[in-house]
């Protein structure tokens, strides 16, 4: 078994979205505030690609912002509009110290009295650009901490930050997964993910794309497809596939390059893999959400 290093507790309406010439569809169930009372775990992705990422998860009354990607402003807007007050939040997690997971932290922080989870050296790095917050939980990559019925397991994946992680969120008899920028599945990434019925996923590029773009240099897209970069549609899919077992129900694709990907592809190559787990892409621009 994967040995994690530290262990730490701490108190449709679809609308039709339009990619180029090929149409689209997510899913945005909009719910009453106080849904958020009930005992499941739901998450909402408030924006999510190379322009920033965010995302709100909730269980048994408590809501976590993970990672605030946006600006301050769209942060607030989106949660609005989807009927979050930002001060309902309990905490934020971050997953890594890149511009487009923290953009909108620092100016979110000033008036957002809240615990904001780190693992050390992302706190470190954050810390050193200039958010101040007087109240940092740090964790060890790989700790586990609740939220009173709601239980957080990190766990360590290969990006090229500085201590990178994933999240399992658990309650009662449900758990949902996000696993954003990664280069590779490892082991331990399969083995905390397994029993999840619902996955926050990246599928940054099509392979053919990202080797046919002309925009990127050579070294720009060996970054992407190194091992401590970010997942293929094709690596995406083999993970579902391993998963779907195991339970998993609904994927949600994320952190989609706008020029080396699209919905569609995306979205075809992850189905073709399995047929009985419902794929879904997030966007950039817009929420999508509530799903469970």
Do not use: K, Y
């Given at each position: 078994?994967?040995?994690?290093?530290?262990?730490?507790?701490?108190?449709g309406q679809i609308s039709k979205c339009q990619h180029k010439e090929l149409r689209w569809f997510t899913l945005a169930l909009a719910l009453p505030p106080r849904n958020?009372?009930?005992?499941?775990v739901r998450f909402i992705v408030l924006g999510s690609g190379s322009g920033g990422n965010a995302a709100v998860v909730e269980a048994g009354g408590i809501r976590l912002l993970v990672d605030a990607g946006l600006s301050a402003k769209q942060l607030t807007d989106r949660m609005k509009a989807s009927g979050i007050d930002p001060a309902s939040l309990s905490a934020v997690l971050l997953t890594h110290e890149h511009g487009d997971h923290i953009r909108g932290l620092r100016v979110m922080m000033k008036n957002l009295p809240v615990p904001v989870y780190a693992t050390?050296?992302?706190?470190?790095?954050?810390?050193?650009g200039g958010v101040d917050t007087a109240s940092w939980k740090i964790f060890e990559s790989g700790a586990q901490f609740h939220f009173n019925g709601l239980s957080v397991q990190s766990f360590a994946v290969p990006h090229d930050a500085v201590e990178p992680v994933g999240f399992v969120f658990r309650h009662e008899d449900k758990a949902f997964g996000l696993l954003s920028d990664t280069g590779h599945i490892t082991k331990l990434i399969?083995?905390?993910?397994?029993?999840?019925?619902?996955?926050?996923?990246?599928?940054n590029y099509d392979?053919?794309?990202?080797?046919a773009d002309t925009k990127r240099p050579w070294s720009t897209k060996q970054r992407i497809s190194s091992r401590h970069g970010h997942l293929s549609n094709a690596q995406t899919a083999a993970l579902v596939s391993e998963l779907a077992p195991a339970g998993l129900r609904r994927?949600?694709?994320?952190?989609?390059?706008?020029?080396?990907?699209c919905p569609v592809t995306a979205a075809t190559a992850v189905r073709s893999s399995i047929t009985e787990v419902e794929v879904i892409c997030a966007e950039?621009?817009?929420t999508c959400g509530w799903w469970e």
């Open positions: 078994m994967p040995h994690d290093p530290g262990r730490m507790e701490f108190q958020f009372l009930l005992p499941r050390p050296s992302t706190a470190m790095v954050v810390r050193g399969a083995e905390r993910l397994r029993g999840v019925h619902a996955l926050f996923v990246e599928a392979d053919a794309l990202l080797e994927v949600v694709l994320g952190h989609l390059s706008r020029d080396c990907n950039q621009d817009r």
